[in-house]
């Protein structure tokens, strides 16, 4: 019998998205085998490794989307590396974007295997990894009661993060002190010298590491989180530089200190394994209670009726400033309409400001020893649409020229915020798909005041007010590794210890 020869009607150097089009519409036929396709393959384009359709797809691209391992080797063979990694024009996916979207779990595999880039990213800024991680038909947020996991990473110079040794973590690592007894965390505080966690055991057990004493305990350092034995179960914690302030499910805000009770002693060889917090007279009861805050110097207490803060007053408490300091929780003088039943929701502190929100969307801010109003609109209307500013930007407020500016982030996809961490010169924040960033706001110089006619604004249209160069400020965007589950994260004062609750997968 005669050999045939089949010719091919091209060159190496082909170009036709004509052909890429037949190789690609091949390989979606499922009554075929690899053997098969492969032989029309190299009969139809003799540059098929090359050959893209009209969507910017390969052969590859399409072997790795149906699952076909056998031809997909058989490609990888004669395809350059380049080309191996070739991003499509319509999502910019890699043959590896393309098998974990479409759910080819075997492919995925063998295209490690053989050495694909997996550090690509598509045109959302999203690795083939990512998308794995993504892969759901939910969000995660942070109600309470799920179980959660701590990841923590940082400079750890006195033993803070809990992890037993002084070791420096660049990158979260688990703490395997409440993973191993499957103990759910659902707050953590850090400190430069000590941290406490809240976890959901018992109704709600505090632990600390680091120095015990400002928490309470006895003047000994804890190279692991300690269990502090309080009278009923904790609710909520917050750490000042010296103290740790806790509130109980009875509403009852005790404060533990450096000196404040009868159980400090003068041994330092060894901590002990629980912690019995000596009893103390609450310095305040709330009815329905909703959280504790603190910074360096100060506490607050609230409830959705009331603001409660003490601590050396530098005009970040809402006191006149004749109180240098108060040394008891005192109702911060504030007129809320009460008329719609305007509730306090979130509160918010740091050495300089106390930030807090209502019900009906309006910030509060307590600062110089006066309590302002910032107006911030809840919605907006742009081009006929509402779009949620409370989820998608941040307002910084300078502090040279009084000015708020909103945040754009520097990222391609929807960016869902639902928690937040600020230092003096970063921003850290959760999305509700469960990944973390840190960004750097570029800091506002004073702008040159020029004469501008309000004609000229009012002529302006919706669209673009809102895009106007001067008021946005841009915030550079870096992705925080090995955390994909995450719901809330922590930070101390300084910005050198991190702390990541992610959803746990037992």
């Keep these: 019998m005669s050999k045939i020869n089949v010719d091919v009607d091209c060159t190496r150097r082909c170009r036709s998205k004509s052909h890429g089009q037949a190789l690609t519409s091949a390989i979606t036929k499922r009554s075929v085998n690899d053997e098969s396709l492969a032989s029309f393959i190299k009969a139809t384009c003799a540059n098929f490794t090359k050959a893209f359709d009209f969507e910017g797809r390969t052969a590859l691209h399409m072997t790795a989307s149906r699952g076909r391992n056998k031809l997909m080797e058989w490609l990888f063979r004669h395809s350059m590396e380049a080309f191996a990694n070739a991003r499509d024009r319509e999502s910019g996916y890699t043959p590896l974007h393309r098998s974990i979207f479409y759910g080819q779990i075997h492919s995925t595999v063998a295209l490690m295997k053989l050495g694909v880039n997996t550090d690509i990213v598509d045109k959302d800024d999203y690795t083939a990894l990512e998308h794995a991680m993504l892969d759901r038909h939910y969000m995660y947020k942070h109600i309470g009661d799920q179980p959660s996991d701590v990841y923590v990473w940082g400079t750890n110079s006195n033993y803070t993060l809990g992890t037993g040794t002084q070791q420096q973590r660049n990158a979260p690592d688990l703490l395997t002190s409440f993973s191993r007894t499957n103990n759910s965390v659902k707050q953590v505080c850090l400190g430069k010298f000590h941290s406490v966690w809240v976890c959901e055991a018992g109704g709600g057990e505090a632990w600390c590491a680091g120095q015990t004493a400002r928490a309470g305990g ?289």
């Design 218 to 506: 006895p003047p000994s350092t804890a190279l692991r989180p300690t269990h502090l034995r309080l009278p009923e179960p904790c609710l909520a914690a917050a750490i000042t530089l010296t103290s740790t302030v806790f509130l109980l499910q009875s509403g009852a805000v005790v404060q533990y200190g450096l000196n404040s009770t009868d159980n400090i002693s003068s041994s330092t060889a060894k901590t002990p394994t629980v912690i019995k917090l000596g009893s103390t007279k609450p310095l305040l009861k709330l009815a329905d209670p909703l959280g504790v805050c603190a910074g360096r110097l100060h506490a607050v207490a609230w409830n959705p009726r009331a603001v409660y803060t003490w601590g050396t007053n530098l005009g970040q408490l809402g006191h006149p400033q004749e109180d240098k300091v108060v040394p008891a929780p005192k109702r911060v003088a504030v007129s809320i309409n009460t008329k719609d039943q305007t509730e306090i929701q979130l509160v918010a502190t740091s050495d300089a400001a106390t930030v807090f929100t209502t019900s009906r969307g309006d910030v509060y801010l307590l600062h110089k020893y006066l309590c302002k109003k910032i107006v911030i609109k809840k919605h907006c209307t742009i081009t006929n649409k509402k779009i949620n500013q409370t989820t998608q930007y941040f307002f910084n407020m300078s502090q040279i020229i009084k000015k708020n500016y909103r945040c754009v982030f520097g990222l391609n996809h929807q960016t869902l915020i639902s928690h937040v961490a600020l230092t003096h010169d970063a921003l850290y924040f959760i999305t509700t798909y469960g990944e973390a960033y840190v960004g750097s706001i570029s800091r506002k110089t004073n702008p040159v005041v020029q004469s501008t006619k309000k004609e000229k604004d009012n002529n302006k249209s919706a669209l673009v007010k809102f895009l106007e160069k001067d008021d946005c400020t841009s915030v550079r965007i870096v992705k925080i590794p090995n955390i994909h589950r995450a719901v809330a994260i922590s930070v101390d004062n300084e910005g050198l210890n991190f702390a990541c609750l992610q959803v746990s997968m037992k």
